[in-house]
């Protein structure tokens, strides 16, 4: 079963912009990671952010994570074409390591 | 540093026929990962091996799936008989010490007519 729902499912926005997508899921976590996903280059790691903290930051990425309402955000500032991918957030329960991914948000990136 | 590798890449069946996967993994990486992707979701993980031993395989459907490691290094995974619902992306993944961050390979894009 799927842990995490992303939302948007789809986002088009222009180069340039920041695009913004969330992730819900349903149990205690011990972290939660943002991969992405192209034709190109496959299911790629893009950031982890552990449940004892907030916010991270990696380049032009910024997460967020709020454990109370178990949801979290990924903001891409300064989009570009190259960021067109689908983006799936994946969850580890607490003690574990076994990744539990949603339904992802597919990005599309116009110039 | 080679990355994980699959084959084959692309693999079409028909119905009740069998298929095997191949994995080798980032070298030193003692867990691997199967997924399975299906079109527009997620991917849901199948096995989970650390060196040798299954860790989880709690999602696998072992009427009709197998995977082994043998070795701890390479793995393969079979389908047998194959299912029309079967038809997905099967991704092997392998992660480090920590075993926070896993990394994917190109995976194997199945089609069962």
């Known amino acids: 079963s799927q842990q995490g729902e992303e939302d948007p499912q789809a986002l088009s926005i222009q180069e340039g912009e920041n695009a913004t997508m969330n992730c819900s899921y349903k149990t205690s976590i011990n972290n939660l990671q943002w991969y992405r996903q192209n034709s190109g280059r496959g299911l790629v790691h893009l950031i982890l952010i552990r449940s004892n903290e907030r916010e991270k930051h990696s380049g032009r990425l910024r997460v967020t994570l709020d454990t109370s309402k178990k949801s979290s955000s990924l903001l891409i500032t300064a989009s570009r074409a190259a960021d067109t991918a689908s983006y799936f957030c994946a969850t580890a329960p607490g003690g574990g390591n076994k990744l539990t991914f949603g339904t992802g948000t597919q990005l599309k990136v116009e110039l | 540093e080679a990355g994980v590798a699959q084959s084959p890449r692309y693999k079409i069946i028909e119905k009740r026929q069998s298929v095997a996967f191949w994995c080798n993994p980032i070298?030193?990486?003692?867990?691997l990962y199967w997924y399975q992707q299906i079109l527009g979701q997620g991917p849901k993980l199948l096995i989970q091996f650390q060196n040798n031993g299954v860790v989880d395989d709690s999602q696998l459907p072992k009427d009709r799936f197998s995977a082994e490691r043998l070795k701890g290094v390479d793995s393969t995974l079979k389908i047998q008989p194959a299912k029309l619902e079967d038809s997905a992306v099967y991704l092997c993944a392998s992660s480090g010490p920590g075993n926070n961050e896993q990394f994917f390979g190109p995976g194997t894009r199945l089609t069962v007519l």
């Open positions: 070298s030193g990486h003692a867990t």
